[in-house]
C-alpha cells in the first residue's frame, strides 16, 4: 500500500459544528502532515507530528485540533471554523530518517464553512 | 529561513517545445529538493527528487547550489503535460516542514 488515505472527500459544516477529517497510511512512515490549501495556491503546512508527537505548530488557531492515535492514523478535530476556513485539506506522511524519497499527499479533504 | 520562488505563475508552450521551470531557493542548510505536480482533480504528486538525479516522464532536474536553482526540464512538450508545478523545499533529517513555491502552471498548446 502506498497510498495516504482521506476521508471525508467532501464536508460541509456550519460554524457551530464540530467535525473531523481522518488521514491514514500503511507505509510504515512514522511522520504525518496536515497542510490547507486555498485555491490557486500551494499548500501551507499546519501541523508535523513524529513518532506520534507534534512536533511542529505553524501557529494555527485552537479551532483546529489535531491528533495523532497510532503511527497509521492522523485525524484533525474541527470546531467553531469561519467561512475563511474553508479549503482543501491536505494530509502527507513521510520517512522520519530523512524526508529524501519524499512526501506522499493524500487527495484531500474539500472543506466548505457555512 | 526557508524559501522557495517560482518566478512563472503561467507558462504556456506548443507541443514538440522544450520546456524550463525555474525554481529557486534560499536555505541555511543542505536542502532536499522535490518537483511535485498536480493534475487537474488529482493528488498533489511528487515527480522529482534532487537526490536521485532520475528522469520521470521526461522531465530532469538538476540541483545549481551556486546559483541556488533546481530548474523543471524537459526537452520535447507533450499536451498531457499540462499541470500545476511546484517546486518544494525541506531539511535533510527528521520531520521536516515542506515549503513549496507559488507554483506554475504549464499549459501545452497543440
Known amino acids: 500500500d502506498t497510498e495516504v488515505t482521506q476521508t471525508p472527500k467532501h464536508l460541509v459544516m456550519g460554524m457551530t459544528n464540530k467535525k473531523s477529517l481522518k488521514c491514514e497510511q500503511h507505509?510504515?512512515?512514522?511522520?504525518m502532515y496536515w497542510y490547507k490549501q486555498k485555491a490557486k495556491k500551494p499548500p501551507e503546512l499546519m501541523f508535523v507530528?513524529?513518532?506520534?508527537?507534534?512536533?511542529i505548530n505553524e501557529s494555527v488557531p485552537s479551532r483546529f485540533s489535531p491528533e495523532c492515535p497510532n503511527s497509521s492514523l492522523l485525524n484533525l478535530h474541527l470546531h467553531a471554523l469561519q467561512p475563511e476556513d474553508s479549503a482543501l485539506y491536505l494530509c502527507?506522511?513521510?520517512?522520519?530518517?530523512?524526508?529524501?524519497?519524499?512526501?506522499?499527499f493524500g487527495s484531500g479533504t474539500r472543506l466548505t464553512v457555512v | 529561513a526557508q524559501r522557495v520562488t517560482q518566478p512563472e505563475k503561467l507558462l504556456s508552450v506548443f507541443k514538440g517545445a522544450p520546456v524550463e521551470l525555474k525554481c529557486n531557493y534560499s536555505?541555511?542548510?543542505?536542502?532536499?529538493l522535490f518537483w511535485y505536480v498536480q493534475y487537474s482533480r488529482q493528488r498533489l504528486q511528487l515527480l522529482l527528487r534532487?537526490?536521485s538525479r532520475e528522469s520521470i516522464k521526461g522531465f530532469t532536474a538538476d540541483l545549481n547550489k551556486g546559483e541556488t536553482s533546481f530548474h523543471l526540464k524537459k526537452p520535447f512538450a507533450q499536451e498531457e503535460d499540462s499541470a500545476m508545478y511546484y517546486c518544494?523545499?525541506?531539511?535533510?533529517?527528521?520531520?521536516?516542514?515542506?515549503?513549496f513555491g507559488q507554483g506554475t502552471r504549464l499549459t501545452i498548446n497543440p
Open positions: 518544494a523545499l525541506s531539511g535533510v533529517w527528521g520531520a521536516q516542514k515542506l515549503v
Open positions: 507505509m510504515g512512515h512514522r511522520a
Open positions: 507530528y513524529s513518532y506520534e508527537k507534534l512536533s
Open positions: 502527507a506522511s513521510s520517512q522520519v530518517s530523512g524526508a529524501r524519497n519524499g512526501y506522499t
Open positions: 534532487h537526490i
Open positions: 536555505y541555511s542548510g543542505s536542502p532536499e
